[in-house]
T-cell receptor
């Protein structure tokens, strides 16, 4: 079992719709969870961090964490073509190491 | 948040040679992390570099192939040694910034021919 798992996609949504990205992790002791956006040829850019169960909202983005189910999600409301990118789920486990999932490619079409 | 200057941004190298990648941070940080991103893949942690001690390498990565230096709290280098085409990847350095998460350098795109 991979430490952090994501559906590779592509996930295609129309402009204005809600995009839902999901991630599961194996280390039950993980405490910090991050969503990064990566455009082609660029380095990852932090979008959201979440540390406790529940929802965390920042603009059009909402991160959701359920530690009992070892599940993290990212919702993007009012999706825009500029949101088209690869979204990486990352989990901070033991020894301060950040472990990445394989990423989900999101395509927002006009 | 911290600003990381990484160089070179890209290079094309002959097999059998070595390339040293540098990362300079605009603030002092305890740990720096080096990642590899192979074409179409996600990020894989190579090693963690602490100032004043040997780097800690992840499974599948060894010091002879990827020697790391960390001479002070703002600078680190990663060397890719005796390169082969399989080393063609993007290499990224990263620092942790508490609740601000992890910040990445702009990456080094390496092509080995």
């Amino acid at each position: 079992q991979k430490e952090v798992e994501q559906n590779s996609g592509p996930l295609s949504v129309p402009e204005g719709a809600i995009a839902s990205l999901n991630c599961t992790y194996s280390d039950r002791g993980s405490q910090s969870f991050f969503w990064y956006r990566q455009y082609s040829g660029k380095s990852p850019e932090l979008i959201m961090s979440i540390y406790s169960n529940g929802d965390k909202e920042d603009g059009r983005f909402t991160a959701q964490l359920n530690k009992a189910s070892q599940y993290v999600s990212l919702l993007i409301r009012d999706s825009q073509p500029s949101d088209s990118a690869t979204y990486l789920c990352a989990v901070k486990g033991k020894s301060d190491k950040l472990i990445f999932g394989t990423g989900t490619r999101l395509q927002v079409f006009p | 948040s911290a600003v990381i200057s990484q160089k070179p941004s890209r290079d094309i190298c002959q097999r059998g040679t070595s390339l040293t990648i540098q990362c300079q941070v605009d603030s002092q940080v305890t740990m720096m992390f080096w990642y590899r991103q192979q074409p179409g893949q996600s990020l894989t942690l190579i090693a963690t570099a602490n100032q004043g001690s040997e780097a800690t390498y992840e499974s599948g990565f060894v010091i002879d192939k990827f020697p790391i230096s960390r001479p002070n709290l703002t600078f680190s280098t990663l060397t890719v040694s005796n390169m082969s085409p399989e080393d063609s990847s993007i290499y990224l350095c990263s620092v942790e910034q508490g609740i601000r998460g992890y910040t990445f350098g702009s990456g080094t795109r390496l092509t080995v021919v």
